[in-house]
Antibody, heavy 122, light 106 residues
Framework: EVQLVESGGGLVQPGGSLRLSCAAS????????MNWVRQAPGKGLEWVSY????????NYADFVRGRFTISRDNAKNSLYLQMNSLRDEDTAVYYC???????????????WGQGTLVTVSS | SYELTQPPSVSVSPGQTTSITCSGH??????ACWYQQKPGQSPVLVIY???KRPSGIPERFSGSNSGNTATLIISGTQVMDEAEYYC?????????FGGGTKLTVL
């Protein structure tokens, strides 16, 4: 059974930092690209970042570029999101999400974690 | 940047057929997929590659994609289908979500 378990969320002050982790199990982690997707309270889904299987391709949404860093450790079956210079508007549930594939027709998220809440507030 | 537009809300009576649209420039040239999200839960993939259903998704869910519009169709809508629905496409370098449509079954 595929499982994605996020951790590391919490309350942080504006300008602060937080590191999210996602522990993956039930599949060959190194064979799948991964994403972080967030959802602000009462709002829609918002893609944050993508990382390919061997970390050679990394993409960010414009609103986090330069502040957030995605990474992965295939030996530990783990995905990370380092978040710096946090703003009030970064408050959201952050989901770890498995990318089904990097070919046409497979560019979709087939598994989601349960999410971890990040609250940015003074 | 690429954008996908969905109606904020759609209402349907139980047993009826409903459709939710997702509009984007030449969306038909890309593949679209759809997610269902119920309150307090993570999203679930219900349609991929425009019109394919993942294992475990009821046959009443179907999809189409042509021109500038992708459509999620729910036939014989059930009360359990009440949820938020999001379309998604890939614009070449990023994942793009529609704003979401709240489906009310009443």
């Amino acid at each position: 059974e595929v499982q994605l378990v996020e951790s590391g969320g919490g309350l942080v002050q504006p300008g602060g930092s937080l590191r999210l982790s996602c522990a993956a199990s039930g599949f060959i982690f190194s064979s799948y690209s991964m994403n972080w997707v967030r959802q602000a309270p009462g709002k829609g889904l918002e893609w944050v970042s993508y990382i390919s299987t061997s970390s050679t391709i990394i993409n960010y949404a414009d609103f986090v570029r330069g502040r957030f860093t995605i990474s992965r450790d295939n030996a530990k079956n783990s995905l990370y999101l380092q978040m710096n210079s946090l703003r009030d508007e970064d408050t959201a549930v952050y989901y770890c999400a498995r990318w089904a594939g990097d070919i046409a027709g497979r560019r979709m998220i087939d598994y989601w974690g349960q999410g971890t809440l990040v609250t940015v507030s003074s | 940047s690429y954008e996908l537009t969905q109606p904020p809300s759609v209402s349907v009576s139980p047993g009826q057929t409903t459709s939710i649209t997702c509009s984007g420039h030449k969306l038909g040239d890309k593949y679209a997929c759809w997610y269902q999200q119920k309150p307090g839960q993570s999203p679930v993939l219900v349609i991929y590659e425009d019109n394919k259903r993942p294992s475990g998704i009821p046959e009443r869910f179907s999809g189409s994609n042509s021109g500038n519009t992708a459509t999620l169709i729910i036939s014989g809508t059930q009360v359990m289908d009440e949820a938020e629905y999001y379309c998604q496409a890939w614009d070449g370098s990023s994942v793009v979500f529609g704003g979401g449509t709240k489906l009310t079954v009443l």
